[in-house]
Structures are given as C-alpha cells and as structure tokens.
C-alpha cells in the first residue's frame, strides 16, 4: 500500500518529522510520500497528518489565514491519523488559555502553554508510555502542561501531568518525538492498520 503523509510545514521540526514517518513506512513494508502543508489543498490528499513543534500562537494564525484549520479539523473528523507535537499539541487542543492561539479544537484537552519551561527550559526523560514496552527518550523543549482532559486517553504522564494522550485519530505529546532517533511515538500514531486507505 502507498500513503501520502502531510508534515504542516508552517514552522518546526519539519524534515524531522518527515523522516520519521518515512522510517516507520519502511518498517512496515509501505510506501509513503511525504508533501509539505503551507497552504489549503495539500491536506484533503493525505492519509496521515504531522503538526510540528514551534510557536502554537504563529502555527494557529497561519493555519487560519491560509484556510487549513478547517481541512485538519476534516482530516481528524473522517478518523483519519494526526501526531501533534509540543506546539501541535497547544494548536490541537480545546482551549489554550491564551488569547492569541486560536485552537483547533480536535484534542479534548486544555493547556498551560508554557508551563514546564517557566520551571526549567527544557530536559530529557525516559518516559513509560502506554503501548511502548521499554521507556521512550522524551525531549521536553518549553513544554506545555495538559491541565484538563476531557475524553481522551492518557497515555504518559510526567510529574504528575499528562505529557502524551491519544483522543480518537489524534495522538499528542507534550514532548518532541522528532527530535531523537527513536521512531515509536510516530509509529503509536501512524500505524499503517489505523490510516484510512482505499
Ligand atoms: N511553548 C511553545 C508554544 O507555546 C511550544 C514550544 C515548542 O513547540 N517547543 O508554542
């Protein structure tokens, strides 16, 4: 099978992101390409969707001028993959407490934007994640802090908060996945079976 995965390219680890999704394609014997979204059209083609890290309140603002928000909010609507990351995470979710992000709404959680980096900048972990059997290399860069969940699955916490959680097609962490070589966090959230495919 072939899949078209589209990486929202408006700023953030977005080669990263894109090898990593292409590592896990490999590993299952699938073909994937890869298609950078800066601008509406790009999304409706692609079977599995990656929002980056950056700044939630920069990455929001373009989503909606260039009129992707609603294709992404389509794209999670029809069952279809999305692996938010860090500011993904704040762009996905219902309410991020802050004036100037405007949210898409698909991850039924709220956030405290910047609230790990207010403590210490940024950290690695090992984190037990649900659905992972060793301990995944967590880089937390500025992270946000998931304060309320809604229906969603909580699949890692740190300190005591939700750093990866899974709502329907969405998976979301708190952390950079894309930033180590380790490609499982992408592979939870793409698993070839999940993708809508004809
Ligand atoms: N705290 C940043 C924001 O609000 C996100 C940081 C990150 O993506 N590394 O957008």
Redesign the pocket.
């Known amino acids: 099978m072939s899949f078209t995965a589209g990486v929202v390219a408006v700023q953030?680890d977005v080669s990263e992101h894109a090898a990593a999704i292409e590592r896990v394609a490999r590993a299952h014997g699938e073909e994937v390409t890869v298609r950078e979204v800066r601008e509406s059209g790009v999304v409706p083609d692609c079977d599995w969707l990656s929002m980056p890290?950056?700044?939630?309140?920069t990455i929001s603002r373009l989503l909606q001028r260039e009129g992707i928000a609603p294709e992404v909010r389509d794209h999670v609507a029809a069952g279809k993959p999305l692996l938010a990351t860090?500011?993904g995470l704040?762009v996905a979710s219902r309410d991020a407490n802050d004036d100037r992000v405007e949210e898409l709404g698909v991850l039924d959680v709220t956030v405290d934007?910047?609230a790990f980096?207010r403590q210490v900048d940024s950290f690695e972990a090992p984190l037990d994640v649900t659905g992972l059997d060793e301990p995944f290399p967590a880089v937390f860069?500025?992270?946000?802090v998931v304060e309320e969940v809604g229906d969603v699955e909580v699949l890692a916490e740190w300190d005591g908060r939700p750093v990866a959680v899974r709502d329907g097609p969405v998976l979301a962490t708190a952390f950079?996945p894309e930033l180590t070589d380790d490609v499982r966090i992408h592979e939870l959230a793409f698993s070839p079976e999940r993708a809508v495919v004809e």
């Not at 890290?53 to 309140?57: A, L, N, P, R, V």
């Not at 860069?141 to 946000?144: F, G, L, M, V």
């Open positions: 953030g890290g950056g700044e939630s309140t860090c500011a704040i934007r910047n980096g860069i500025r992270a946000p950079h």
